[in-house]
């Protein structure tokens, strides 16, 4: 038997961790570390220090190198093909590393159900025995760097994709959008007018980085600060909230 634990570790701070995921690590036979290439070695590197932090026992860590995903017009086909390829190291690592059985842990960046396939790829394994360990996401890290509430009083909320914004605007159903996954900042096709923006990268790391304001004056610096610190980092990982004023 194979048990997988999906422990959410928030974003990358330590101290997101649940004590619930602290437990989840320490009970684990192995944990999997995925590498993703020279310019992301900030991440491995963050996954490595929270298992220093909070292992006290020995736990094997074995870290593997991420496939890439293609780059092709059909982006729903070209996330399958990955999926498929991830499930394949997944279960080449527990056959070398867990050959009797036992628990794996896979550290999932935010929450392993919010915008993370982690579930969609396990259920490519036969057999698995899963638990999910919820973490901090980014989106209430967002709202927490801001001091503001995720959702207008009575409101609703809407969580999309910059792909999805880009392709077919503002959604109808919702004065406040949360988008995630945005390379291309989407914010920027839409009509400015009436609407405030925040904006926050590398949430609860060190060099965190927070802009709000109207989105009219607000999104050309957005645009050219996350360009800078996507620069100096070599990647970046970053979230915003849009909302429609009333009245």
């Known amino acids: 038997m194979i048990r997988l634990s999906l422990i959410g570790i928030g974003t990358g ?10 437990r989840a690590m320490n ?30 026992r020995p736990v094997s860590i074995v870290e593997f190198d991420m496939p890439t995903r293609a780059d092709q017009p059909a982006y729903v086909d070209a996330v399958l093909d ?14 070398q590393h867990l050959p009797d059985g036992g628990t794996l842990a896979l550290l999932v960046w935010g929450d392993p159900s919010l915008y993370d396939s982690s579930l969609r790829i396990a ?29 207008d ?5 809407l969580i999309t994709t910059g792909r999805r914004l880009r392709e077919q605007g503002w959604p109808a159903c919702a004065s406040t959008i949360v988008v995630m ?26 060099h965190q980085a927070l802009c709000h304001g109207p989105l009219s004056s607000t999104g050309a610096r957005i645009v050219a600060q996350r360009a800078m610190l996507r620069e100096e980092h070599g990647w ?4 915003y909230l849009l909302r429609r004023r009333s009245g």
Request: include cysteine.
């Open 27 to 56: 009970d684990a036979d192995l944990i999997l570390l995925p590498r993703k290439g020279d310019a992301k070695s900030d991440l491995i590197d963050l996954r490595r220090t929270i298992c220093a932090q909070v292992l006290d």
């Open 236 to 239: 970046i990982m970053d979230i």
């Open 123 to 151: 259920a490519r394994l036969p057999g698995l025995d899963i638990s999910v360990i919820p973490g901090i996401t980014s989106m209430q890290a967002l709202t927490a760097a801001h001091a503001i509430c995720l959702n």
């Open 181 to 206: 996954l945005d390379g291309g900042c989407a914010f920027q096709t839409l009509k400015p007018e009436g609407i405030d923006i925040w904006w926050g990268a590398y949430l609860g790391m060190p």
């Open 13 to 22: 701070n330590p101290d997101h961790l649940t004590l619930a995921a602290i």
């Open 82 to 95: 990955w999926h498929d390829a991830i499930a394949g190291l997944w279960m080449e690592q527990i056959r």
């Open 153 to 157: 009083l009575a409101e609703p909320v």
